[in-house]
Every structure is written in C-alpha cells, then in structure tokens.
C-alpha cells in the first residue's frame, strides 16, 4: 500500500508564496507518478499540477507560471511551489501516485489565501 503525507500548507496573504511537500512510503518499487489536486468547498476536485517519472510536468490553466511542481526521488519528495498566491487558491490540497493502475491518496492539507 503506497502511503502519501502532505505538509507545508497554512495561511498566507496574497500574493505569498507557500511549499508543499508530499512524501511517499509504502509498498513502492520504482519511481511512480505524482501529482497535486485542491478541492475548494462546494467545488469538485480538481487538478493543479502532474509529473511523470521523466519529470514531465503538467500544470492547470489556473496555476500555470505561478506554481511549480518538482520531485526529489532519493527523498520520495513531491514538491509544489506556489507563487503569487490568489484568494481563489484556496481549498484543500491532495498529493496522489499511481502504481500498477491503482490511485493513493493522501489526507489533504489547508491552504488559505487572504486578501
């Protein structure tokens, strides 16, 4: 079971800039793709920012030039640099992997952007 932990969110301002960061454990044998979703209350999930193994990346319209997602393989790291933070960034984000077909997780974090 591939297991994923968000950190890094919080508070900020606009115009701020916050890191998340996701770590991966679990039953893992190799690289797997990641990425980052947010869901705002009321709203469907949505994607932010994807990376493959190559570190290919793909970002939301919404968040293209302000938000950059990386990925540290010794460290099973996923990283997502948000810049130029909007109050309409605001929701819950969700780190996710895919191995084998099958999509994880993790819990969410807040990210709250004011005014």
């Known amino acids: 079971q591939v297991q994923l932990v968000e950190s890094g969110g919080g508070s900020v301002q606009a115009g701020g800039s916050l890191r998340l960061s996701c770590e991966v454990s679990?039953?893992?044998?190799?690289?797997?793709?990641m990425g980052w979703y947010r869901q705002a209350p009321g709203a469907q999930r949505e994607m932010v920012a994807l990376i493959t193994t190559n570190g290919i990346t793909t970002y939301a319209t919404s968040v293209k030039g302000r938000f950059t997602i990386s990925r540290d393989n010794p460290k099973n790291t996923v990283y997502l640099e948000m810049n130029s933070l909007k109050p309409e960034d605001t929701a819950v984000y969700y780190c996710n992997a895919v191995q084998y077909g099958l999509t994880s997780w993790g819990k969410g974090i807040q990210v709250t952007v004011s005014s």
């Open positions: 679990g039953a893992i044998v190799r690289t797997i793709p």
